[in-house]
């Protein structure tokens, strides 16, 4: 199989497959999460705090009061990383494209320079998040196979699309063919590893401050 070849089962049946998969897995995992149902409360309400629960989905997205100074590579890294790599799916013009030639929905793109040194803070972000994971002996312990697929599958779509642009290490079909690959393996993998927090965070969030705020409880 040529590269051309390679790269037009990657655009083409490969892609297809991984997002049925993705969509499949996602509707399952949800289906799963909201079927649990949730307890009748009982109780009457502590006090009536409209809108908690979408509060509660910004506050738990700031550093807790001190954790920032506390263990600053865990919560700049996280940040780092998460918005160099949604600025590069979301705002780089070849991915608007792609986006837009599957579902007609487009938007302006961001300087293809400011992209490309996000991609870079966030790979360097993700390899010094797991330096410090497994330097850190609680982390460390805590850590399993989960964890460091979850790490390498985020990771290949961002170096292989790196390397495909600048035209490095191997030629650009095949570069091209090997990002796109490693997308769908993301794809494929993300309802069922720790990836699917992408869906299940917020949602996790809402749920957890609205019923805090029944008990009383800040949030």
Do not use: Q
Request: charged share 15%.
């Amino acid at each position: 199989m040529s590269h051309l070849d390679l790269l037009t089962f990657a655009r083409g049946s490969a892609l297809n497959w991984a997002l049925m998969l993705c969509v499949a897995g996602v509707v399952l995992r949800l289906f799963e999460i909201f079927g649990l149902g949730r307890k009748a409360d009982l109780a009457k309400p502590r006090a009536a705090r409209p809108g908690s629960g979408w509060r509660t989905m910004v506050t738990r997205s700031l550093p807790p009061e001190g954790m920032l100074k506390h263990d600053p590579v865990t919560y700049i890294g996280g940040y780092v990383f998460h918005l160099g790599l949604l600025v590069t799916i979301f705002f780089f013009a070849p991915h608007i494209e792609f986006i837009r030639s599957m579902t007609g929905l487009s938007w302006p793109g961001l300087p293809a320079a400011l992209v490309d040194a996000l991609a870079v803070a966030a790979m360097a972000a993700l390899g010094t998040l797991l330096a410090h994971r497994l330097n850190n002996l609680v982390k460390r312990m805590l850590s399993g196979i989960g964890d460091y697929l979850a790490w390498t599958v985020t990771l290949l779509p961002l170096l292989t699309g790196y390397l495909a642009y600048h035209h490095l290490l191997l030629e650009y079909t095949l570069m091209l063919a090997l990002h796109l690959f490693s997308i769908e393996l993301l794809l494929v993998l993300l309802p069922f590893t720790k990836l699917f927090h992408t869906f299940s965070l917020f949602i996790s969030r809402w749920y957890n401050g609205d019923l805090f705020a029944r008990k009383g409880v800040a949030s």
